[in-house]
């Protein structure tokens, strides 16, 4: 008797108007569906001439949506010219596009990546609108330039440490306003030890006596020209730095939706090392004004912080179905990585996302905190290493991001003793259950 064969499953085609892009430093290679063209793959050069003449043939194929990869910063201009022109574009990540081992060629990539796309395959990393992708761009080359400040600074210390001056051991911060001072007298051609030591701030608790000491160094020129340098570089870096500030208020101030001011802060405005306390407030007004809620009212969420948030996702969050999806983009989720019914302890791959970081480095401060979220930190210090409570916590702060950017609801602190009579109540709940195991029945002592 012959053996009945089953069905045997079909992909089926899901997007039938797609095509596939391989994006190359100085050319793409584009596939359509084979009957829609004669010459169904095509190459395009770099240039936006090209990249016009690729968006045409294109429309001209009848296409609607098309994949490609995130392959460096090269298709940055391609996807702004599709965008343009009004087609569906999916950026994909390479890791969705990776094949079994076989031949490589530009021609094969483009040609897998559409069938990929066609069948449904492939899903689209999360972009903001273009307004936010201008202002967005500028607050991560206010990043970039912060840290190149840094490394000015470094460069100060060591060509202080260089010449035996050992002031960077004495002050907390060089670029502070005693160690800028102190550095910019001895490049000015000031050495004695005493003029300079007196340029210190009075709240500086090292001795004048102890810091004196400290600044008698060698002074040979070469280090002393490393140093000159350094300053210029800190000194270049913070003017661009501020043109970055003025370019990103004007900006953020363009995307407000709301006329309303925001509620009372969480606490005071204060100056910092880059803005005046008026500019924080301004700033702290824009972002309300933009997104609907003010996420500074949350406990260690300060105004940058706010503006990697609005930035990175911008206001709406609708592409994440649920809060599990938006921690997951931004790597705060806890691991997936499960094989015979157990989850593999190997860690996940290595990924960035600045929203993620941005909320870990103000989990940090919430040791600090005297609100329900810093209790809850310092409850997760006590019983898991440090960078699993700060990835916990900073798990918390996402979750209530998302909750007030899509119900457009204000935060609400319940302080430390809402926490503690949780908290009480849970190990309570613990111990009726661990003697009951037991057999016993858990008694409150009388008073």
């Known amino acids: 008797m012959k053996r009945k064969q089953e069905p ?18 100085r050319e793409h290679y584009v596939c359509v569906p084979a009957d829609r063209d004669a010459q169904p793959i095509r190459s395009f050069a770099a240039f936006t001439e090209d990249l016009s003449a690729l968006g045409d043939w294109l429309k001209s194929c009848k296409i609607r949506q098309v994949a490609m990869e995130a392959t460096g910063v090269y298709w940055i201009p391609l996807f702004e010219v599709l965008d343009r022109l009004g087609f569906e574009v999916i950026l994909v990540n390479g890791r969705q596009t990776k094949r079994a081992a076989a031949r490589k060629s530009d021609v094969l990539d483009c040609q897998w990546i559409q069938q990929m796309m066609m069948f449904g395959l492939l899903s689209g990393s999360f972009r903001p609108a273009d307004a936010l992708c201008a202002v967005r761009a500028v607050v991560r080359l206010r990043a970039r330039l912060i840290r190149d400040g840094q490394r000015a600074v470094q460069h100060m210390d060591k060509a202080l440490v260089q010449m035996n001056v050992q002031l960077g051991r004495l002050l907390a911060d060089l670029s502070g306003k005693s160690g800028l001072a102190i550095i910019r007298a001895i490049v000015a051609g000031e050495r004695d030890g005493a003029m300079l030591a007196a340029l210190c701030d009075r709240r500086v608790r090292t001795s004048p006596e102890v810091i004196a000491k400290s600044l008698v160094g060698t002074w040979r020129d070469e280090h002393l020209l490393a140093l000159k340098q350094a300053v210029a570089t800190y000194d270049l870096v913070q003017a661009h730095i501020a043109e970055c500030d003025a370019e990103i208020a004007q900006a953020v101030a363009a995307l407000q939706q709301l006329p309303d001011p925001p509620p009372e802060p969480r606490t005071k405005a204060r100056k910092t090392k880059r803005h005046t306390a008026e500019q924080q407030s301004d700033m702290r007004t824009a972002l309300f004004q933009a997104m609907g809620v003010d996420l500074t009212a949350i406990p260690t969420i300060e105004v940058d912080t706010a503006l990697v948030i609005f930035t990175e996702v911008g206001p709406d969050l609708s592409r994440f179905p649920t809060s599990e999806h938006f921690c997951a983009w931004t790597n705060l989720a806890p691991g997936t990585r499960i094989s015979g019914g157990k989850r593999l302890g190997r860690a996940p791959m290595p990924a960035v996302n600045r929203v993620g970081e941005a909320l870990k480095r103000a989990a940090v401060n919430a040791r600090n905190s005297d609100t329900f979220i810093g ?30 950017l899509t119900q457009g609801k204000a935060y609400v602190e319940y302080g430390i003793d809402r926490f503690e009579s949780e908290h009480r109540d849970k190990q309570l709940r613990q111990l009726r259950r661990k003697a009951a195991q037991f057999g016993f029945v858990l008694a409150e002592k009388a008073a």
Request: hydrophobic share 50%.
């Open 8 to 25: 045997r499953q079909v992909l089926s085609v899901v997007y039938p108007d797609s095509a596939g892009v391989d994006i190359g430093s």
């Open 375 to 404: 209790a809850a930190h310092r409850a997760r210090l006590a019983r898991m290493p440090k960078a699993c409570a700060i990835k916990a916590t900073a798990h918390q702060l996402a979750r209530l991001i998302y909750a007030m």
